[in-house]
């Protein structure tokens, strides 16, 4: 999508400078480099408001009984470029770690943009994002996270979050698309790593897929920094489990497993 948006921005720019007649004058000349950085803002806007036109056409009520590709690539598009937006910058490690086919990827919780972070930086995984039900109330942004096959997990009923962990397993399992989610179940105030929630790995010992462990550092920064200051995101692909490392184990088991790994990682 940059690079769309960039080839778009640019032939405003050029289309503006030519009918205003500027390059009849050599010394004017850097006026096209200039007026790309707000057509950039201006194409992404038009972009915004055609998603929103698009989004009016399908109903979050409606189950997704399988990820949209299309609505799939839109929504991570948009997240990169509002990452970019925000000045976030993101190194990415243990990329070497991933297994081959789905797995189930948690990691810890300190910003709402850990899952963004997360889902743009391995965008060609399939990975679904399961957070709180509010995120799918947000206009526009909502309907494009349900189309995309992201999940929603209540956190007051256990029956409602099993069906979510279950479609989770079965997505997983059925090589549809691997998951992602905070097993502390809230955000970190602090940093320091809250105790793990035991259902989320149900989905892993269900579909028999790998755990993938991933850590972040810095997102907290994100909201404070812009527009100021550039935030450096540290997201590192910490370790993973395979299934015959917790085939003997419960989900609590599993729990306390991973968040000993995690603890590490973090070096908490």
Known sequence: MTAVLLIISAAMSGIVFFFTGLYTDWYWYFIPVLLIIPFYFIAFLIHVILAGILGLFFSKKKPVEKPSKYFYTITVESLKQLLFFLRVRTRLTGIEKLPEGRFLAVYNHVSNFDPLVLVTQIPDRGIILVSKPENEKIPIV???????????????????????????????????????????????????????????????????????????????????????????????????????????????????????????????
């Open 142 to 268: 909502g309907k494009y996270m349900h189309m995309s096959g992201f999940l929603v997990i209540d956190r007051v009923s256990p029956i409602k979050a099993k069906k979510t962990v279950d479609k989770c397993a079965d997505w997983i399992k059925r090589d549809i698309a691997s998951a992602a989610i905070a097993p502390e179940g809230t955000r970190s105030k602090d940093g320091r790593l809250l105790p793990f929630r035991a259902a989320p790995f149900s989905a892993a010992k269900k579909s028999g897929a790998p755990i993938v462990i991933i850590t972040f550092r810095n997102t907290q920064d994100i909201k404070k920094n812009f527009p100021l200051r550039t935030t450096k995101v540290e997201m590192d692909i910490a370790d993973v489990i395979y299934p015959e490392q917790y085939a003997e184990l419960n989900t609590m088991a599993i729990s306390a497993l991973v968040r000993e790994k995690m603890l590490s990682a973090l070096g908490q």
